[in-house]
């Protein structure tokens, strides 16, 4: 039993050597079907202690950019939470296994480990992990070049967020919290909130969704605004107009190259009265449109009909 009296806050040299006393530990209670007073099994206790001391080795690893090694190890603590029967620390590994994949563009070995997190997550009703699970999803299917998937991993993650960000608010309003960590803790969700909008805003550009574009870069600004974070403010005003722009743009080149009297006329209309129509509203308006008789349709090869591409949000 001396092995289990080994501590767990080591320096990085003694990292391996209390391993092999945690190995020797789990090796003995498991063959003698060790149990603490208390009737605890110790075999248990071995697996949870190796768990930790593989995980801080992977860490270190990791740390030295020694990444193979460090899934070695990584792989090496799941299976210690499993043999414990930890199924949440076993989660928790092939969420870190998931990320150290991706590190090494792994792509489909991290999203296997991440959704096995996401399985664990929702079977406990953990949401916070399920949020960090559709994250990590999105990025791998992005790395990938599956923006569908990304797209929607992410917009499940905001559904969560929106959530937590209600939730904040009630906290707050009924005073459940200490007011500063109260609005500290609801700042830090928006801000989270507004980078996943963000994010979804970038994708659905680079895919030509316009419409959704500007949905989630319209929550981005409006959440920056609620936070009163002026540089964020400004970056998002300039994503939601270069959206705004591209959302117009096949009506306005629809217009320029039809080249009529009445195309002309509404061009020369809409830019002195510089009204914009609401989202989902002709760009024109639906006089000018009829007028045309021309569909709201990109020109093939013209190069006005071209998306401004937006800042790469990180997420």
């Not at 797209?151 to 937590?164: D, G, K, T, Y």
């Not at 996943?196 to 600004?221: E, H, L, N, P």
């Not at 002309?264 to 008789?293: H, I």
Request: with cysteine; charged share 25%.
């Amino acid at each position: 039993l001396d092995h289990l009296n080994v501590q767990t806050g080591l320096t990085t040299d003694e990292l391996e050597k209390a391993c092999h006393h945690f190995e020797v530990f789990h090796q003995l209670a498991k063959k003698y079907k060790w149990h603490s007073e208390e009737g605890d099994s110790l075999h248990a206790v071995a697996c949870e202690h190796l768990r930790r001391i593989y995980t801080s080795i992977a860490e270190q690893l990791y740390a030295e950019d020694e990444i193979e090694q460090a899934i070695s190890y990584l792989k090496k603590a799941r299976e210690a939470s499993k043999e414990g029967g930890d199924s949440h620390e076993e989660g928790l590994a092939c969420y870190r296994l998931g990320n150290a994949l991706q590190s090494i563009e792994d792509y489909d070995g991290a999203i296997e480990y991440h959704r096995s997190y996401l399985e664990r997550c929702r079977y406990y009703g953990d949401l916070s992990g399920m949020g960090s699970a559709y994250q990590s999803l999105s990025r791998a299917h992005e790395s990938k070049g599956d923006i569908e998937n990304a797209i929607m991993f992410l917009e499940l993650f905001v559904e969560i967020a929106e959530n937590a960000v209600s939730q904040s608010h009630l906290d707050v309003e009924e005073a459940d919290k200490s007011g500063q960590q109260g609005l500290e803790e609801m700042a830090s969700k928006q801000g989270q909130l507004a980078k996943a909008c963000s994010a979804i805003g970038a994708m659905c550009t680079s895919v030509g969704d316009f419409d959704k574009a500007v949905q989630y870069f319209g929550r981005c600004y409006e959440l920056s605004v609620q936070m009163g974070d002026l540089e964020a403010i400004t970056s998002c005003r300039v994503q939601y107009g270069i959206a705004k722009g591209n959302q117009m743009l096949a009506s306005f080149s629809t217009q320029i190259v039809d080249q009529s009297y009445k195309s002309l006329e509404a061009l020369v209309d809409w830019k002195g009265s510089c009204v914009v129509k609401e989202q989902g509203q002709p760009f024109m308006g639906n006089n000018a449109q009829a007028e045309t008789g021309h569909e709201q349709e990109q020109g093939e090869g013209d190069s006005a009909s071209a998306p401004v591409p937006v800042p790469d949000p990180h997420y």
